[in-house]
């Protein structure tokens, strides 16, 4: 079964620094996509980035808006490890951000996806 564990999420203040990772398993992931979608209270889920797990010249970084120029999305690609190095936390960043893989990064980009991680709490305080 696929399985997506993340870790690194708790609280920090505003313009600090964190970062979380999900580590995929299950099945093979080189020619899938990963990335991260976030939940605030009371909103709605949005999509925050994604990342390329193919090999070769096909590797793409795609960010929301709101945290281009923030956030940085990485991958260990042997160990189907996706990072979100997020830098300059502000408290309109507090959501609970989850994990996700999918076929390619439309998939990975709309949400389109089967595979989900728990979710991990990142709180921001001023």
């Given at each position: 079964q696929v399985q997506l564990v993340e870790s690194g999420g708790g609280l920090v203040q505003a313009e600090d620094s964190l970062r979380i990772s999900c580590a995929?398993?299950?099945r093979s992931f080189s020619n899938?996509?990963?990335?991260?979608?976030?939940?605030?209270?009371?909103?709605?889920?949005?999509f925050v980035a994604a990342?390329?797990?193919?090999?070769?010249?096909?590797?793409?970084r795609d960010y929301a808006e709101s945290v281009k120029g923030r956030f940085t999305i990485s991958s260990d690609n042997a160990k189907?490890?996706?990072y979100l190095q997020m830098n300059s936390l502000k408290?309109?960043?507090?959501a609970v951000y989850y994990c996700e893989v999918g076929q390619g990064l439309g998939p990975v980009r709309s949400g389109r996806v089967g595979y989900w991680g728990q979710g991990t709490q990142v709180t921001v305080s001023s």
């Open positions: 995929a398993s299950g899938s996509a990963m990335g991260w979608f976030r939940q605030p209270p009371g909103k709605e889920r949005e990342i390329s797990m193919s090999v070769g010249s096909t590797f793409y189907n490890t996706v408290p309109e960043d507090t």
